[in-house]
């Protein structure tokens, strides 16, 4: 059964670009999860999926968003990137609420 | 806000030991996991320990709670050079606006 997977696995802009990053949730899940990591700061949740529907969301500014298709994959945007926005960006999927399957990130990097 | 806080934040054992590490929380919780993460990847789930249990077993890992103290114990028994990596303790409070926060993390080196 493959797992969570997320691309790209890099990726690098500069300030005030856009970053779109991509997951794709275990077979049958329908929740998706998305944490920023950045260096030194833990994770930090960002957005909560189910069925479609943004159901809650971390203390970030509006330019982060992000939606659910109907196949469960999700998108990540992050919009007029700042230099705090490097960091390894996580998704995590779940058939229910508790146990977490995360991917193995995205990381960002803004010059 | 970070809900979990774990302590140490820096654990450096010999191969054999045991590991002992500590997750103190904030607010009355769910749910409480445990997860590892090997450097910059993905994070791996250890254990869930809810809040009406008081401990739970599984291979060489035991986990404690205390809901009265709000604090976790994560043990790793005989520890080897592939455990080291980075522990996380995480809590939800259950609800509609279910979130899932995570700890700083441990991270423990287990010396050969």
């Known amino acids: 059964e493959a797992g969570v997977t997320q691309s790209p696995t890099h990726l690098i802009k500069t300030r005030g670009q856009q970053a779109t990053l991509r997951c794709s949730p275990i077979s049958g899940h329908t929740s998706v999860y998305w944490y920023q990591q950045a260096l030194g700061l833990g994770l930090q949740f960002l957005l909560w999926?189910?069925?479609?529907?943004?159901?809650n969301r971390g203390n970030f500014p509006p330019r982060f968003s992000g939606r659910q298709f109907p196949n469960y994959s999700s998108e990540l945007n992050v919009n007029a990137l700042e230099l705090e926005d490097s960091a390894l960006y996580l998704c995590?999927?779940?058939?229910?609420?508790?146990?977490?399957?995360f991917g193995e990130g995205s990381r960002l990097t803004v010059l | 806000s970070q809900q979990g806080e774990e302590d140490p934040q820096a654990l450096s054992i010999q191969e054999g030991e045991n590991a002992t590490m500590n997750c103190s929380y904030k607010t009355s919780i769910n749910n409480l996991q445990w997860y590892r993460q090997n450097s910059g990847r993905g994070l791996v789930h250890l254990i869930l320990?809810?809040?009406?249990?008081r401990e739970k077993h599984s291979g060489r890992l035991r986990v404690t709670l205390d809901t009265s103290k709000k604090s976790s114990s994560l043990l790793i028994t005989a520890s080897r050079a592939a455990d080291t990596a980075s522990y996380f303790c995480?809590?939800?409070?259950?609800?509609?606006?279910?979130?899932?926060?995570f700890g700083k993390g441990t991270l423990l080196t287990v010396n050969p």
């Open positions: 995480a809590t939800d409070r259950g609800g509609s606006n279910y979130k899932l926060t």
């Open positions: 995590a999927s779940s058939l229910f609420t508790g146990e977490l399957f």
């Open positions: 320990i809810r809040s009406n249990e």
């Open positions: 999926y189910d069925e479609g529907e943004e159901r």
